[in-house]
């Protein structure tokens, strides 16, 4: 399964979400950076990627376990209308559920900018608050982890875990997504 197939899985199993019938409705387009964590720099991994585009984005190289923008084509000043993923080779190297978990935390903040409603449970309210607790909300504006962005991402987890139960817990799957992010 190619990542971008990976991320397409994991939108409907997370958020019921047909993400490639979004890519096609939108026109919208995907490009895939891969970081060379020991070279430090980023790499194509998926999409159209020039190799002056390459050139441009390791003039400012910064280290990362993954990342998501929906409208790349204006920071990257690219021609057509396109969103970015972000994946460390060690992200894309781990096992599939762990990788899972990590397209369901870019997935949420694609489905929080592309203002796609998901209507989160209580128990989603409550997994939501626990996991913004203990992701330095003090880093909101440059992480958009926001409350409203936790609580869609304990959605998408509880979602994930209730069709694969690859967590003993909801909780463990949240935690697994917000790995790379927890401070306390």
């Given at each position: 399964m190619t990542t971008l197939e990976r991320i397409q899985y994991v939108a409907q199993l997370a958020f019921d979400f047909d993400f490639e019938e979004y890519l096609k409705r939108t026109?919208?387009?995907?490009?895939?950076?891969?970081?060379?964590?020991?070279?430090?720099?980023?790499?194509?991994?998926?999409?159209?990627?020039?190799?002056?585009?390459?050139?441009?984005?390791?003039?400012?190289?910064?280290?990362?376990?993954?990342?998501?923008?929906?409208?790349?084509h204006l920071v990257l000043s690219l021609k057509d209308n396109t969103a970015l993923f972000l994946f460390s080779d060690i992200t894309l190297n781990s096992n599939p559920i762990d990788l899972d978990t990590i397209i369901i935390h870019e997935l949420s903040h694609f489905m929080v900018l592309s203002r796609n409603e998901v209507q989160p449970s209580i128990e989603a309210y409550k997994l939501g608050r626990e996991i913004y607790d203990i992701s330095s909300p003090e880093y909101d504006e440059i992480t958009q982890h926001t409350e409203d962005y936790c609580r869609l991402l304990a959605q998408g987890c509880i979602n994930y875990n209730e069709k694969t139960r690859n967590f003993r817990r909801n909780a463990d799957a949240a935690k697994s997504a917000m790995r790379f992010d927890m401070m306390k």
């Open positions: 026109g919208k387009k995907v490009i895939i950076l891969e970081v060379d964590t020991i070279q430090k720099r980023f790499l194509p991994h998926y999409g159209h990627v020039s190799s002056a585009l390459i050139e441009r984005v390791n003039e400012s190289y910064e280290h990362a376990q993954a990342g998501f923008t929906l409208d790349a």
